[in-house]
């Protein structure tokens, strides 16, 4: 067990680790966030090892309840026992731990088994005035103290960690009275003389600095998104107008992502507070949209939105504007309680199990007493931050906002809201041209006008729309010309090409696949001559390909032949767009995530059959080519006992050590068994295979069966992530599209991009977008197996057998 827990944890600073073995040093990267932290991986070195010393951890949900809460707890209980303590659920919050009894129950594995697609939280949450009384903390740390515990895992808001707070504060003199009571010995209170906090917070308002996302947050969005796009429908239909009301009392997070990936008319938030006259303003710019044929218009309030003078801003009072000042039929949707239902999303499961293994290690870690922590995610990093430091600012902004300092509470929010923030700004003054001012107030400074091209090459994914729509409307916005090019280089050949307009996107962000029309075709030798011919007869000037490894490549290709063909020599520019997550130079791809979700769903529907005929195993098969990434994160987000990925070297022996082990499972009374498998993991081990092979070995015990999910994840509509991702490469992609054509502008006033920094992919790292150049990201790619050759998801897959109840011997580990 130490070797494997030995992976788990590093100090900061250590070397990162490629797939394939290979080191490099990690990439600075600059926080979002004032508050500093630790970084917690579950790659590298470890500082904990397996506890014998009976240490015990309780955990509990408090405050308001959100979807994600159970994942966190499975994995504080499962990686708690696999780390060798004692674990205690505590039912119903503060309220379970001043009543004690059967409100602490001593958690086993199955008792968070069949719990993560469930919303809500299993062992309940409840306000408690008595543990705002001394007497009610002294019989909580009478409670705890008898147990054994002087650990706590809670996951709530910023009052229930507060309250965590202040109990950890009192600890010393509470036991001392206790102890003086006679209500507990001395012994009892020297095994638990001091008490250790990790909080994680779960909010679906996204209210609490130092982290990007809190628990509930995606899953919160994803009832919003699905809103949106039921009203709009509806509101099309009748040519009415909407107000949607959302969560988000003191932080207008919710209102804000809802309203870039909802294309919202206006966005009202309680950090940027409209100027005086915003209801004219409002009005001419709803009636613009109208006046270019919209029929409908959707305006997305927050509960907590005010005015530059603090007095509320109302759904109500937003409807009688509309009505009176431009007559329009306008309803108002509340969405209240319904943003807090519903199954998780996958990224809720997937970051809530990663806090909570965090939490885990951050107390096994303590030797003694340490200061309360809070466990958060900044970019793609899972941190370790001071708790009270991220309570005190995050109320530092409720205080700004009291007194109307709203550029003060902007500030504290941190840099990734404010850019947030500025996109929105952005999509708002971006009018059509025919119907509004060219006057571009986030970036005044004039360009010449250029003729650009986009084009979508490789399998459709969902996202390429909402960044296609947004590309081509910010461009024409500009003055540009923009050229859409329908089915890849195959169309450019057929002069498939199409001057876009800004009423041809319209409504296209909302659509899954891709409008323009893809395909797999790349340039070769012998189309080359004809590709450049087309694009010096339509006098390209720059060049977006918007998909997956094809399109990558693709651009590859056209760099690499500029000296030949000056007609290549224009900024040329890459936005992965793939389900497979598997283009070089980012850490998301648009689609994976509307893949990932519906893979999870489908595994969550395969559980539900499992469980209606008991006995039963299922292996899913998942798309992703050669990368693991999809059959990964859905293991980790749906509960699987494996996953078989062609990155990691698996054998026969390994499948049989998993049908051994789903023996076991089901002789132990768990009678459902989950494995995914990546398509392309191995050539010999099928899925039928597998599927036949467990079938056989499970024989009197369960039946196997397989499920084959095929394009099936290249479908449906987008989901949030992917709707907002699409938008923040767009307005990324202009940038950098009209940068490098007026850079590289010559004498005869033609563009002539040949250096490196004109062909590019914009990738995000962390929370930063950058543009990094092909010729750089060639050098660590598998273009055989078209894959990267450092995933950083790879880290996460000892989760997967951890949360599953392997032991030691069952980690393969190797990576090929």
């Excluded at 070397?15 to 579950?42: K, T």
Aim: charged share 25%; net charge neutral.
């Amino acid at each position: 067990m130490q070797q494997l827990i030995s992976r788990l944890l590093s100090p900061p600073g250590r070397r990162f680790l490629y797939s394939n073995g290979r080191e490099r040093e990690p990439e600075p990267s600059e926080s979002d966030h004032p508050l500093v932290g630790e970084q917690i991986s579950f790659t590298r070195a470890p500082s904990i090892t397996p506890r014998e010393d009976g240490r015990c951890l309780a955990v509990f949900t408090s405050g308001g309840d959100a979807q994600g809460m159970n994942s966190a707890l499975r994995a504080v209980v499962r990686m708690a026992i696999f780390s060798g303590v004692r674990v205690f659920a505590v039912r119903e919050g503060y309220k379970g731990l001043v009543e004690g009894g059967k409100h602490i129950e001593e958690f086993r594995w199955a008792s968070v088994s069949n719990i993560l697609h469930k919303g809500g939280t299993v062992v309940g949450t409840a306000r408690c005035k008595e543990f705002r009384e001394r007497e009610g903390r002294l019989k909580a740390a009478e409670n705890l103290v008898q147990r054994g515990i002087n650990n706590l895992v809670v996951i709530g808001g910023d009052g229930s960690l507060t309250g965590a707070n202040l109990f950890k504060k009192e600890w010393e003199g509470l036991l001392a009275e206790l102890e003086e009571a006679g209500r507990l010995t001395r012994s009892q209170v020297e095994k638990c003389k001091y008490l250790n906090i990790v909080g994680l917070v779960g909010s679906i308002d996204n209210d609490m600095c130092g982290t990007d996302m809190t628990i509930g947050t995606d899953s919160a969005l994803h009832r919003i998104i699905e809103a949106v796009d039921c009203l709009t429908s509806t509101a099309a239909s009748h040519q009415r107008s909407f107000v949607l009301e959302v969560m988000g009392r003191h932080c207008g997070y919710l209102a804000l992502m809802a309203g870039i990936a909802g294309c919202a008319d206006a966005v009202f938030i309680p950090e940027r507070p409209p100027n005086p006259g915003w209801e004219d303003s409002m009005c001419y710019q709803i009636a613009q949209c109208r006046d270019a044929g919209r029929r409908h218009s959707l305006v997305i309030v927050s509960e907590g939105a005010v005015d530059s003078e603090n007095r509320p801003i109302t759904s109500e009072q937003i409807r009688d504007i509309l009505q009176a000042k431009l007559g329009h039929d306008t309803r108002i949707t509340v969405l209240g309680h319904v943003q807090r239902g519903g199954k998780p999303s996958a990224y809720d499961r997937i970051i809530s199990a990663r806090m909570g293994a965090a939490a885990v290690i951050t107390l096994l870690n303590a030797e003694g007493e340490i200061p309360p922590k809070m466990i958060g995610v900044q970019g793609n990093v899972i941190m370790q931050l001071p708790l009270m430091d991220c309570v005190t600012k995050t109320r530092a902004i409720d205080t700004a906002m009291k007194t109307c300092e709203f550029k003060q509470a902007l500030e504290l929010r941190g840099r990734s809201f404010k850019r947030n923030m500025e996109l929105l700004r952005r999509l708002e003054s971006c009018r059509n041209p025919e119907c509004g001012s060219e006057e571009d107030i986030l970036s005044p400074t004039p360009v010449r006008r250029f003729k650009f091209a986009i084009m979508n090459v490789g399998a459709p994914a969902a996202g390429m729309n909402s960044c296609n729509r947004a590309c081509i409307r910010l461009l024409l916005y500009k003055g540009h010309t923009v050229l859409g090019v329908g089915n890849g280089f195959s169309g450019l050949l057929d002069d498939d090409i199409t001057e876009m307009s800004w009423d041809s996107v319209t409504n296209w962000a909302a659509e899954g696949g891709s409008n323009l029309g893809t395909n797999r075709i790349k340039p070769t030798a012998h189309t080359l001559p004809e590709i450049a011919a087309k694009f010096g007869e339509h006098h390209i000037e720059g060049l977006l390909i918007v998909g997956g490894f094809e399109a990558y490549h693709s651009l590859i290709i056209l760099e690499e032949n500029r000296k030949l063909y000056t007609a290549f020599r224009i900024p040329l520019l890459g936005v992965a767009a793939t389900i497979s997550n598997n283009v070089p130079g980012t850490e998301y791809s648009l689609g994976c995530d509307t893949a990932l979700n519906t893979i999870v769903s489908s595994c969550d529907i395969l559980r539900q059959s499992a469980q209606g005929n008991r006995k039963r195993v299922f292996v899913v098969e998942t798309m992703g080519g050669y990368c693991g990434y999809l059959a990964t994160m859905a293991a980790l987000a749906g509960g699987a006992d494996a996953a078989y990925i062609f990155e990691e070297k698996f054998t026969i022996s390994d499948i049989q050590r998993d049908a051994d082990y789903l023996v076991g499972k089901f002789k132990d009374g768990l009678e459902r068994g989950l494995l995914l498998r990546n398509e392309k993991c191995n050539e010999n081990f099928t899925t039928t295979f597998i599927t036949e092979l467990l079938s056989e070995q499970g024989k009197g015990v369960f039946i196997c069966r397989d499920s084959l999910l095929g394009h099936l994840q290249q479908g449906d509509a987008p989901t949030p992530y992917d709707r907002i991702l699409g938008v923040q490469y767009a307005a990324h992609t202009v940038d950098f599209l009209q940068k490098h054509a007026q850079e590289n502008l010559n004498s005869r006033d033609k563009v002539r991009a040949e250096n490196a920094e004109s062909a590019c992919m914009i990738g995000l790292q962390g929370t930063k977008f950058q543009a990094i150049p092909l010729q750089k990201l060639a050098k660590d790619t598998d273009f055989e197996h078209r894959i990267p050759t450092h995933q950083w998801w790879m880290s996460l897959r000892p989760l997967i057998a951890i949360f599953a109840k392997h032991k030691e011997h069952d980690f393969r580990g190797e990576t090929r």
